[in-house]
């Protein structure tokens, strides 16, 4: 008896042995586990440093973009095609942006998101223009002469010359509440803008100017869109409301122009200096048209909700 | 002679013991301390790559209302780890001359910042990890961040 009880505590003793040993290897294993799991973070870090999440956010403004272009693109179509009446002209571009609307669509869908574009509000205006390659005399070949008075917007304005003559042609803004101008003076090689005091001049070689866009032969032209000892040179800067004017007509003998103003009442602007629209002379013409469009624009993805309004106006100093 | 004389076997285990409680002691306190410090530097790293990426949120926010006109709504919702290493954490707006994104943990204290250079005005606001919300609120003409 005396040797089995020796034999128990014997094995009571074995049992108990290594304790602090265990004990430490399940510390180490918490420790080993801590330290697992930071390496697991920091890979996780790293992999979400790589990544890049602002797509949708960026494909929001990409559609944005995408459905101005396309829309401005519909207004100037019925601007220049079938403008009878204003109200023509709103059906087609109607049409046209529920087309943009359907296309758009069904592009966004394919990217995984929902985008809808409604046709909310517009304004009517008056486009105003000579294609026949003359002269920029009036209809009674007058050098000098109004195109439109008290005009609050203007855009797309537009002149292609092709032969210049002798002398200086020049387009001028006049405010109707002071005797402030903005004067650009085109000459052969050489257009020159003046504007409260300031001057500045681009080189030109008988081509295309873009007063609104600021650009010749479709490069930009700083002497149309710089600021000079603080004064903004743009067409128009400063002015609420402008007559525009052109001086010196005849100077360009060959070549065409265009623009777009938010006055509607086409028929007060179309008088002896326009040619009616089926009656005698060759231009310049006036036609209703729309000046600009306010759409509403919703663009929805699982992570990205974006909805606002979107103001087409091409070719509109901003 | 007995070469067992002058040892006594209860000395005998009692020094091993102590001398074996010394040095796991020692490991297990070195590990801890350096297990502790790896896990501040990694929830520091994280912190900071999670304020960037709801900071580009932050600013497309920021470029989407800039491109915007009229009624706006602009909400993005981006998902995030709810913990960091093992710790939540909160993310603040601070609305002040120069405001900055602020995320923190308590637990261990650590604490990143980043600037925010937006046009549009940010407002006070916090939100804790996990699904982040930023939206632009029109009433007060600033962009927020909210929970999910």
Redesign the interface.
Same mark, same amino acid.
């Given at each position: 008896m005396a040797n089995l009880a020796a034999l128990l505590s014997r094995r009571r003793n074995c049992s108990s042995r290594a304790q602090?040993?265990l004990?430490?290897a399940f510390?180490?294993a918490a420790?080993l586990l801590?330290?697992a799991?930071?390496v697991n973070?920091?890979i996780?870090?790293e992999n979400?440093?790589t *990544?890049s999440?602002?797509v949708?956010?960026?494909e929001?403004?990409e559609y *944005?973009q995408g459905v101005t272009q396309f829309t401005g693109e519909v207004i100037d179509f019925a601007n220049e095609h079938n403008h009878t009446s204003h109200e023509t002209i709103r059906d087609n571009v109607t049409i046209g942006i529920e087309d943009t609307n359907r296309y758009t669509g069904v592009m966004s869908s394919e990217d995984g998101a929902g985008l809808s574009v409604t046709f909310d509000d517009y304004t009517d205006g008056a486009r105003i223009f000579q294609d026949t390659g003359d002269d920029f005399a009036n209809n009674q070949s007058e050098p000098d002469w109004t195109l439109a008075e008290d005009i609050e917007n203007t855009r797309a304005f537009t002149l292609n010359t092709t032969e210049i003559g002798p002398g200086t042609f020049t387009v001028v803004a006049a405010d109707s509440a002071s005797t402030d101008e903005w004067r650009l003076d085109i000459e052969e090689d050489e257009i020159e803008v003046t504007h409260q005091g300031e001057t500045e001049s681009c080189d030109y070689d008988v081509a295309d100017v873009d007063l609104t866009s600021g650009t010749v032969n479709g490069e930009t032209c700083p002497a149309l869109i710089d600021t000079e000892n603080g004064e903004p040179m743009q067409f128009a800067a400063g002015f609420d409301e402008y007559d525009i004017r052109f001086e010196d007509g005849d100077v360009i003998r060959e070549g065409n122009f265009s623009l777009v103003v938010d006055d509607d009442d086409v028929d007060t602007i179309r008088d002896d200096d326009y040619a009616e629209i089926d009656g005698p002379g060759d231009g310049p013409y006036v036609r209703p048209a729309m000046y600009s469009a306010?759409l509403g624009l919703e663009y929805e993805t699982s992570? /990205?909700?974006?909805?606002?309004?979107?103001?087409v106006a091409p070719g509109e100093i901003r | 002679m007995k070469s067992t004389r002058a040892v006594s076997r209860v000395l005998g285990y009692v020094l091993t013991?102590s001398i074996?409680?010394v040095l796991?002691s020692g490991? &297990?306190i070195a @590990? @801890?301390a350096l297990?502790e410090d790896?896990?501040e530097q /990694?929830?520091e790293?994280?912190l900071q /790559?999670?304020g960037?990426?709801v900071t580009?949120?932050i600013n497309?926010?920021d470029? &989407?209302n800039q491109?915007?006109?009229?009624?706006?709504?602009?909400?993005?919702?981006?998902p995030?780890?709810s913990d960091?290493? @093992?710790t939540s954490y909160r993310l603040t707006i601070e609305e002040q001359e120069s405001p900055v994104l602020r995320l923190e943990t308590n637990r261990p204290e650590v604490s990143q910042e980043i600037p925010l250079r937006n046009t549009t005005a940010v407002e006070q606001s916090t939100t804790s990890g996990g699904t982040v919300v930023i939206e632009y609120d029109e009433d007060r003409d600033a962009v927020v961040i909210d929970d999910a």
């Open positions: 602090l040993i004990v430490t510390a180490l420790i801590g330290l799991i930071i973070s920091a996780f870090t979400l440093a *990544r999440e602002n949708e956010s960026t929001a403004l *944005r306010r992570r /990205v909700n974006y909805e606002t309004d979107v103001f | 013991l074996t409680a796991v490991l &297990l @590990g @801890g297990i790896q896990r /990694v929830i790293t994280e /790559v999670i960037e990426q580009s949120h497309a926010a470029r &989407l491109s915007s006109e009229g009624d706006q709504k602009i909400r993005i919702s981006q995030f780890p960091v290493s @093992g």
